[in-house]
């Protein structure tokens, strides 16, 4: 039995032996590129927006006629019925607010679902007019999300006088697109 014992030993021990040096680092090639790991931190933050106000530009540089409908799929019935919507014409390098008036036209606008409309008239006969064809060459659609905060708890304002409250108490006068796009920190 002594001696079943003593070579059970040396069969463990060169066992042992074996596994140590087979999973020895150095010993063969490095094995195949393994997974992509998770995602690490994030990066650093941008620039400050506003996730509540949103810009859209559409060219309106070959639009002709007195009254021009231009598409715009993101004036839904709950954009029409509860935020606020901001219009700008672009003429030369200059944005106007409309409805408005820009030289001798007087331009209003009426929002309907997915159509922003503008109608154009002489602004001394107001008689229809067709402006000169890439005169107004952008429209900007500002949408500013109205929220509960926005008009104040307890008060019978609605949404949408909450926010032009707001912007009026920060001093910003909504026909000055400069300021507009400067208060919410949106791009020109």
Same mark, same amino acid.
């Given at each position: $039995?002594?001696?079943?014992?003593?070579?059970?030993?040396?069969?463990? $021990?060169? *066992?042992?032996?074996?596994?140590? @040096?087979?999973?020895?680092?150095?010993?063969?090639?490095?094995?195949?590129?393994?997974?992509?790991?998770?995602?690490?931190?994030?990066?650093?933050?941008?620039?400050?927006?506003?996730?509540?106000?949103?810009?859209?530009? @559409?060219?309106?540089?070959?639009?002709?006629?007195?009254?021009?409908?231009?598409?715009?799929?993101?004036?839904?019935?709950?954009?029409?019925?509860?935020?606020?919507?901001?219009?700008?014409?672009?003429?030369?390098?200059?944005?106007?607010?409309?409805?408005?008036?820009? @030289?001798?036209?007087?331009?209003?606008?009426? *929002?309907?679902?997915?159509?922003?409309?503008?109608? @154009?008239?002489?602004?001394?006969?107001?008689?229809? *007019?067709?402006?000169?064809?890439?005169?107004?060459? !952008?429209?900007? !659609?500002?949408?500013?999300?109205?929220?509960?905060?926005?008009?104040?708890?307890?008060?019978?304002?609605?949404?949408?006088?909450?926010?032009?409250?707001? *912007?009026?108490?920060?001093?910003?006068?909504?026909?000055?697109?400069?300021?507009? $796009?400067?208060?919410?920190?949106?791009?020109?």
């Amino acid at each position: $039995m002594k001696n079943v014992i003593s070579k059970t030993k040396y069969v463990l $021990m060169a *066992l042992i032996i074996a596994v140590t @040096f087979s999973c020895s680092p150095e010993d063969g090639a490095d094995g195949a590129q393994g997974a992509q790991g998770p995602a690490g931190q994030d990066g650093t933050n941008g620039t400050n927006g506003n996730a509540n106000v949103q810009t859209y530009t @559409f060219d309106t540089s070959a639009q002709d006629g007195s009254v021009w409908n231009i598409n715009a799929s993101q004036l839904t019935q709950d954009v029409l019925d509860n935020d606020v919507i901001l219009t700008y014409l672009k003429r030369s390098t200059s944005y106007y607010f409309v409805p408005g008036s820009s @030289f001798n036209d007087d331009i209003k606008v009426p *929002l309907f679902l997915s159509t922003v409309q503008l109608l @154009f008239y002489n602004r001394v006969t107001g008689a229809s *007019l067709t402006p000169t064809v890439g005169v107004y060459d !952008l429209l900007k !659609l500002v949408i500013i999300e109205s929220s509960n905060t926005a008009a104040g708890k307890g008060t019978s304002l609605s949404k949408k006088e909450g926010v032009f409250n707001e *912007l009026k108490a920060a001093g910003v006068d909504i026909n000055n697109y400069n300021e507009v $796009m400067d208060y919410y920190g949106l791009d020109y």
